[in-house]
């Protein structure tokens, strides 16, 4: 097993990731001992496909077992408050509650919310089954909801006790699903890791078909990368975690102006990223085989590099976003493969220009 540590000052706590890790998760939660009574938050196709495993793993006199709507529309106040209402109905005088998120990024940053902000903190355990969450979302305490007028607009920094990844459960995803994963993959090696750039081209054939032993590398490579950058500036108050943000000004955009229906995460961030990179070109702050490799890295794992959306409808939804500060607009732009910065005061202008400009290209 590899255990990964995410060295925090307040709140350390080990990643473990290896295949066929659901069998292990009982004396994983048991050893960290975080109270006597879980409540478990899971989505329904997850349920569905768990179902047998989830009832030997969190039995019914120790668990309850909490199911939410697939996709993103868990992530609203509806849904808030449903599952709140659940968790108090279950928080009795002799039962000290804890949760654990089992699912993909959207179980994440809600169970997490609630667990932020339930009595003021309760403790939780992540267990992602898709390789966006494993890779990302689970890690760095990062919990939110939306609101129809912008992605994670309601949230909390609140650190997990552990995140348990299996790289098995893979195996049950959707071909989309799994390319949404890959496509944050792409990022780490484009902000932090031109090596892993070059694994990401080479072992293309092994990634696809789902070699357990690459796939355990691949995942085992990105949440290092976000651990050594969660480590160095947690809460996002030093500017160093903001580079994890490459792709996502635009991406966030995509989805809040589809209304969460239409652009999946992981394919606005593969959008946002050769969008980020263009307009780095357009800023003259990168080159253009640079730019060029980046389009290349994302047509070979036949991830989407164009939108069709209303220009004005995105910059609409853009300047909601957490980055725009005080009518200026923050980006992370593209400087070479493996390298990134964060560029401040672009002008609202150039970014209704090129989004213009290179929507369709």
């Not at 975080?34 to 899971?42: A, E, K």
């Not at 309601?154 to 650190?159: D, E, K, V």
């Amino acid at each position: 097993m590899k255990k990964i540590r995410v060295k925090l000052s307040s709140n350390p706590y080990n990643i473990y990731i290896k295949p066929n890790l659901l069998k292990s998760l009982p004396s994983i939660i048991k050893k960290y001992d975080l109270g006597n009574f879980g409540i478990v938050i899971t989505s329904k196709s997850v349920g569905r496909l768990y179902r047998k495993k989830m009832a030997k793993i969190f039995p019914k006199n120790k668990y309850l077992i909490i199911t939410v709507a697939d996709g993103e529309k868990a992530k609203s106040k509806t849904w808030l408050f449903k599952v709140i209402d659940k968790v108090v109905k279950a928080d009795t005088l002799s039962r000290q509650l804890f949760l654990i998120c089992f699912g993909g990024g959207v179980v994440g940053d809600l169970g997490g919310f609630i667990a932020a902000i339930y009595k003021r903190g309760i403790p939780y355990i992540q267990i992602p089954t898709t390789l966006l969450s494993q890779i990302d979302s689970s890690i760095g305490g990062k919990t939110a909801i939306d609101l129809p007028i912008a992605k994670n607009i309601l949230g909390a920094f609140y650190q997990p006790k552990a995140v348990c990844i299996d790289p098995l459960v893979l195996k049950t995803l959707p071909a989309k699903e799994f390319k949404q994963g890959l496509a944050e993959a792409i990022k780490y090696s484009l902000i932090k890791d031109k090596t892993f750039f070059a694994f990401l081209k080479k072992n293309h054939a092994l990634i696809t078909k789902q070699d357990s032993k690459t796939i355990t590398q691949l995942i085992s490579t990105c949440v290092r990368i976000k651990a050594q950058i969660v480590e160095a500036d947690e809460k996002e108050t030093k500017g160093l975690r903001t580079i994890l943000n490459f792709g996502h000004t635009l991406a966030h955009a995509l989805e809040s102006s589809s209304k969460y229906r239409s652009v999946p995460h992981g394919y606005a961030v593969s959008i946002g990223m050769l969008y980020a990179a263009r307009l780095s070109q357009y800023l003259k702050k990168s080159r253009s085989s640079d730019v060029s490799e980046v389009e290349k890295i994302l047509k070979l794992y036949s991830l989407p590099t164009k939108f069709l959306a209303n220009p004005l409808k995105l910059y609409q939804s853009l300047v909601y976003d957490k980055k725009f500060i005080r009518g200026k607009i923050r980006m992370v732009l593209l400087k070479n493969i493996g390298k990134v910065s964060v560029v401040e005061g672009i002008r609202p202008e150039t970014i209704k220009l090129t989004l213009e400009r290179f929507g369709t290209k």
